[in-house]
């Protein structure tokens, strides 16, 4: 049986989190058997073949004018009519805005089980298991599939991608008969929050402010260490309801869910509702006044001070690393 795995384009660019799920599909190929095939709607090739690298042995391209944006109810046909054909024992997406609507609706579609934001997957007895975190990341579910195929979306930057060089795949048409004017929702456009931003899903690196950095003014220290760490910002809830940073920058339960190699929380007390967004972030450094603060639970390096002191310091300090780098 094959796995299958939603390759998610944006503006002809293939998604870093397709890549990351191939990776893992690769990985389960070996236990579960069967080739790891894609499936992709786009208007047009966004160059399917060097996901061969990446692990896909075949791409199904599902060409529509209609699939240069996100249409959720084409998308969801598309990777329907490409289950029921090749009838796989897994389904893939990324657990992205976009893999976060889309699963659910071809789940429907194919009267199938999802696990929405899994952290691991593991064929453990010949069955599929997935790990997801529940109750605001406080427990780890393990969701087990009574039939195939099993749906799960994968939390981004979690899964690593693999590099088999030389590699590509093979690109084959999927034909999908869908009415674009039939749609019941369509999307009218597309507003990129900070053109030319790293999105924070996808950042390697992350530094946040909390209700800590005072007002939105002092957001400059902040912004100074993250260009010396070619970081992005993110934000608790207390300063975006504050009108200090936009939604787009919120970490937590409310906001993204971000898993970066090292995240800066600064200012941020470690609401249950924040660390939920943050803790698969592999390295976490704190810095705060209260050395009580519940975030320094998480951290693996904490700075018990003033931030308006550690900041600048640190930002130097990273300055003159970078000078000798
Ligand atoms: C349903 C629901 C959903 C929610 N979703 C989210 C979410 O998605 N994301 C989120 O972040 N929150 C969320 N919240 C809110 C959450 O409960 C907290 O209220 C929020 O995270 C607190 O933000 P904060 O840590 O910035 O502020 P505070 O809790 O006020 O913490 C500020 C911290 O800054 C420190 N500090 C102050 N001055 C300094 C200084 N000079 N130097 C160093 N440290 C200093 C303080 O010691 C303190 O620990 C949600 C709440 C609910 C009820």
Redesign the pocket.
């Known amino acids: 049986m094959s796995i299958l795995v939603f390759i998610e384009q944006r503006d002809g660019r293939v998604r870093a989190v397709s890549r990351e799920a191939l990776g893992e599909a690769t990985r389960l190929a070996a236990a579960l058997g069967g080739p790891v095939v894609g499936v992709c709607p786009a208007a047009t090739d966004p160059g399917l073949a060097a996901l061969g690298e990446a692990g896909a042995e075949r791409v199904l391209l599902a060409a529509h004018p209609a699939f240069a944006a996100y249409d959720a109810a084409g998308y969801a046909r598309a990777v329907a009519v490409a289950a029921e054909t090749l009838k796989p024992a897994l389904v893939l997406f990324g657990a992205s805005t976009m893999g976060r609507d889309l699963a659910p609706r071809v789940a429907a579609r194919l009267g199938a089980g999802l696990a929405s934001d899994c952290i691991a997957l593991a064929v453990e007895g010949g069955r599929l298991v997935a790990s997801r975190p529940v109750f605001a990341g406080k427990a780890l579910q393990k969701v087990a599939f009574p039939k195939a195929p099993a749906l799960a979306t994968l939390r981004p930057k979690v899964f690593a991608p693999v590099a088999l060089g030389g590699r590509s795949a093979a690109v084959e048409p999927l034909a999908v008969d869908f009415d674009a004017a039939a749609s019941r929702a369509k999307v009218l456009r597309v507003a990129a929050a900070g053109a030319g931003k790293v999105d924070l899903t996808e950042a390697e690196v992350i530094v946040s402010g909390?209700?800590?950095m005072k007002g939105p003014e002092h957001f400059q220290l902040l912004e100074d260490l993250a260009a010396a760490l070619g970081a992005s910002v993110g934000a608790?809830?207390?300063?975006v309801d504050a009108g200090w940073r936009p939604h787009s920058e919120?970490?937590?339960?409310?906001?993204k869910t971000v898993s970066p190699k090292l995240y800066v929380a600064v200012?941020?007390?470690g609401?249950i509702?924040?660390l939920t967004?943050m803790t698969s972030s592999r390295c976490i450094v704190a810095?705060?006044?209260?050395a009580e603060?519940p975030i320094f639970k998480v951290a693996d390096y904490g700075i018990v001070g003033?931030?308006?002191e550690i900041l600048p310091a640190l930002t130097e300090a990273v300055g003159k690393l970078n000078a000798h780098a």
């Not at 608790?236 to 300063?239: C, D, N, P």
């Not at 810095?287 to 209260?290: F, G, L, Q």
């Open positions: 909390g209700r800590g608790s809830r207390a300063v919120q970490v937590g339960q409310t906001g200012g941020i007390s609401a509702q924040h967004g810095i705060n006044k209260d603060a003033d931030l308006f």
